[in-house]
């Protein structure tokens, strides 16, 4: 009875902690909707203050395939209300050198930040194309054997191409309009999940 209890116990354990992970296609019509319903899920149960959340797009324009981020950001400041702060763009991106600095600056200018990680990724075959939107955070960099800090409370991922070998060589040659099409999906997704989230918080319907 006591082991069956001990084992009870440790299912409910897991799945009490277990991280909420969706996988959805990119690049369909209807794909920001998918990617709205999976972040909201994530939103309502870590419900984070309304004034404290960030989107931090990590890449760069340098390379094809590591531009979804700043794409993505780029995007996001025409959508997003003003109480939601994009760092990561076109003209400032976040990267490599400055990722550190950045987190870093969010720290110091909000009392309980809560960040939403957006990167680029490189997957298997049948995967390219696809999201994922995941709690926790993110390890950029880890595609091309790169150790950086890990960013994010959770954190959407585009995969971009495949992965395995050869990966700086494999983001240089990405096709730009996957990386678009990918952007503008993702941006969607997380404008109509936050002014959703924003509307709640405003009125206290948050579930």
Known sequence: MLKELKGALTVLNKLIHQKIEFKVPGQKPNSCFKIK?????ILIRDRPYPDQIIVACIGTDRSTGDSLGPLTG???LSLLPREVKVKGTLEFPVH???LKGTVDEIKRNFTNPYIIAIDACLGKIESVGKVTVKEGPVKPGSGVNKEL???GD???TGI???GGFFEYMVLQNTRLYNVITLSKSISRGINLSLKDYLKKAQYNTVP
């Open 160 to 162: 971009v191409n495949v």
């Open 74 to 76: 780029t995007h996001l």
């Open 37 to 41: 319903e999976a972040l909201d899920k």
């Open 154 to 156: 959770c954190h959407i």
């Open 96 to 98: 490599a050198t400055n």
């Open 149 to 151: 800090e890990p960013v």
